[in-house]
């Protein structure tokens, strides 16, 4: 069974361009979240999607970031006109349905380590 | 909001010592993990324990949710134990919140 997982695993963007990062879950999840880890931090939540559908982006910056988990395909965070201040590992968890079974565990991927020059 | 808190922030260990991460948090919880972030930024499941004791190897942890703390206990500490230990927890929302996590460092 293979885990989640991302890419790229590195990407490297100039200031101004649109990165997009691509997250599939392990087989049998159907949620996915998007977390970010600017250097020498801990890990903060950005966005809670199921298929076709986005729970909670309460952590996503307002501006230039999207994300989307469609029907088919893997899930993308999209950042527009990239900025220094966005370089950072972004990592994507996924989970069973945690109101099914509550089993709330959440696995996660390599990372996506973006740097902005 | 909920707050989560790790301790100590830092620890130096050499090969074969025993040590105890602890992760205090404000509220009740329906999902507590420990990771493990080694030195190349890999994140590694090594707990899903809201409640109770587990068992893996070298590694065990406690969580006691009525007093609102889990413990990491890492046995007979080896060189590749180095690297970053975080706690996370959720508490009626999906979103994990992680602690600033525990450097560990250990020297052969």
């Known amino acids: 069974n293979a885990g989640v997982m991302q890419n790229p695993r590195h990407l490297v963007r100039r200031r101004g361009q649109e990165a997009r990062l691509r997250c599939s879950p392990m087989k049998g999840h159907s949620h996915v979240y998007w977390y970010r880890q600017l250097p020498e931090e801990g890990l903060k939540f950005m966005v809670y999607?199921?298929?076709?559908?986005?729970?909670?982006e309460s952590g996503m910056p307002k501006e230039r970031f999207s994300a989307e988990f469609p029907k088919e395909g893997p899930s993308i965070l999209r950042i527009q006109q990239v900025v220094r201040g966005d370089s950072a590992a972004y990592f994507c968890?996924?989970?069973?349905?945690?109101?099914?079974?509550?089993?709330?565990?959440?696995?996660f991927g390599p990372g996506t380590r973006l740097t902005v020059t | 909001g909920i707050q989560v808190e790790q301790s100590p922030p830092d620890l130096i260990l050499q090969e074969g010592a025993n040590s105890t991460l602890r992760c205090n948090f404000s509220?009740?919880?329906?999902?507590l993990q420990w990771f493990h972030q080694n030195p190349w930024g890999q994140l590694i499941n090594l707990f899903y324990i809201p409640s109770g004791t587990k068992q893996n190897g070298r590694l065990s942890a406690t969580t006691v949710a009525t007093e609102r703390y889990s413990l990491l206990y890492i046995s007979s500490s080896q060189t590749t134990d180095s690297g970053v230990y975080f706690c996370?927890?959720?508490?009626?929302?999906?979103?994990?919140?992680f602690g600033t996590g525990t450097r560990l460092q250990v020297f052969p």
């Open positions: 999607l199921q298929k076709e559908n986005i729970i909670d």
């Open positions: 509220d009740s919880v329906n999902n």
């Open positions: 996370a927890i959720a508490y009626n929302t999906d979103k994990l919140i």
């Open positions: 968890a996924s989970s069973p349905d945690p109101r099914r079974g509550h089993n709330y565990e959440q696995y």
